[in-house]
């Protein structure tokens, strides 16, 4: 019991101290962007915001999704926010943050089994590559390429803060 309280206090806290940083992100006034607003609906109120403290896009929420995107994105190239956008529009589609909720619970509960750690590490790689396949279909095989190279571009751009580790 004492392992799991760790593990949920130690979730909790990063939760939160995450909330906290990306509640400070402003909301993007761009013309493309809220024309793919429009063109996308959901149910849920979705909205795109930019911040200084986040390198790579992202999404949270569940009730209230956001896509987060860095305060550096070149607002301009729309092909490469085509992609981005649609990518993490699956992650809102697929209720991924609550997927990857459940497998934090299940992380904290049997934080003891190492195949737990190994099977939400290949889970959330495998959340990846499913919304990129999506993002491939959506767009066809032709558009596979020039995603690939989008996605290679922005690991060696976040890959630049951190010149001393192996990433991707």
């Keep these: 019991c004492i392992?799991?309280?760790i593990f949920a206090?130690?979730?909790?806290?990063?939760?939160?101290?995450?909330?906290?940083?990306f509640r400070t992100?402003?909301?993007?006034?761009?013309?493309?962007?809220?024309?793919?607003?429009?063109?996308?609906?959901l149910k849920r109120l979705l909205s795109i915001r930019q911040s200084d403290r986040v390198f790579a896009p992202l999404t949270y929420g569940i009730?209230?999704?956001?896509?987060?995107?860095?305060?550096n994105t070149d607002w301009e190239n729309t092909k490469q926010l085509k992609f981005i956008f649609m990518h993490e529009y699956v992650h809102v589609c697929r209720f991924d943050t609550a997927m990857k909720l459940?497998?934090?619970?299940?992380?904290c509960i049997h934080w003891f089994n190492p195949a737990v750690f190994v099977m939400?590490?290949?889970?959330?790689?495998d959340m990846e590559l499913a919304?990129?396949?999506?993002?491939?279909?959506?767009?066809?095989?032709?558009?596979?390429?020039?995603?690939?190279?989008m996605l290679i571009d922005m690991e060696a751009e976040k890959s630049k803060l951190f010149p001393l580790s192996s990433n991707f």
């Excluded at 402003?26 to 996308?40: I, S």
């Excluded at 459940?102 to 992380?107: D, E, G, K, P, V």
């Excluded at 939400?120 to 790689?125: A, C, G, Q, T, V």
């Excluded at 919304?131 to 190279?149: M, N, P």
Aim: aromatic share 16%; net charge positive; with cysteine.
């Design 3 to 5: 392992g799991m309280i």
């Design 9 to 21: 206090v130690y979730f909790g806290i990063s939760y939160l101290r995450f909330r906290g940083e």
């Design 25 to 41: 992100a402003l909301p993007v006034c761009n013309e493309y962007v809220k024309q793919w607003l429009r063109e996308h609906p």
């Design 63 to 71: 009730f209230h999704p956001v896509i987060l995107m860095p305060s």
């Design 102 to 107: 459940i497998m934090t619970a299940a992380l």
């Design 120 to 125: 939400y590490i290949l889970f959330s790689r």
């Design 131 to 149: 919304c990129d396949e999506c993002v491939v279909r959506q767009f066809g095989e032709t558009s596979r390429s020039a995603y690939a190279l």
